[in-house]
């Protein structure tokens, strides 16, 4: 069973799968920190605020003596469109690259073409051939 699991680990597409991964964890870092650095300052200067921190306020809370802000229920729009930005970026950065390595594999020869067999009629004629010396 342990000689099974070494196989299956270290077949090359679950190793591929596995950097894969960690690559994209670590570029995720990257798309977050563009987005929370540049695109969301820029965007803030269109509604005065920043981005990340927009939010709808539902019920206003009280606060307390630490200047801490209880009970409030917020919608945080902010995060949730700064996430949805991050996510369209990875996605387009991952669409380029999937084009980029699809580009520069090599074109597969169309497969040869499967022989054709006997047309309808040759079937019939052959059935009606062996009917006959049957008889």
């Given at each position: 069973m342990l000689?099974?699991?070494?196989?299956?680990?270290?077949?090359g597409?679950?190793?591929?799968?596995?950097?894969g991964?960690?690559?994209?964890?670590a570029f995720k870092q990257v798309?977050?920190?563009?987005?929370?650095?540049?695109?969301?300052?820029?965007?803030?200067l269109i509604f005065k605020a920043d981005f990340k921190e927009?939010?709808?306020?539902?019920?206003e809370g009280s606060v307390n003596d630490a200047?801490?802000?209880?009970?409030?229920?917020?919608?945080?729009?902010?995060?949730?469109?700064?996430?949805?930005?991050?996510?369209?970026?990875?996605?387009?950065v991952m669409f380029l690259i999937i084009?980029?390595?699809n580009a520069t594999k090599k074109k597969e020869a169309p497969a040869p073409e499967a022989p054709k067999g006997p047309s309808q009629e040759?079937?019939?004629?052959?059935i009606r051939d062996l009917l006959a010396k049957q008889k």
């Open positions: 000689k099974e699991f070494k196989d299956f680990a270290m077949k597409n679950l190793v591929d799968i596995a950097v991964f960690v690559m994209g964890a798309v977050t920190s563009f987005t929370g650095g540049i695109v969301s300052p820029l965007i803030g927009l939010k709808w306020i539902v019920k200047g801490e802000v209880l009970d409030q229920v917020a919608v945080l729009y902010g995060a949730f469109l700064t996430n949805i930005i991050d996510f369209i970026i990875v996605a387009f084009k980029g390595i040759e079937l019939l004629a052959q």
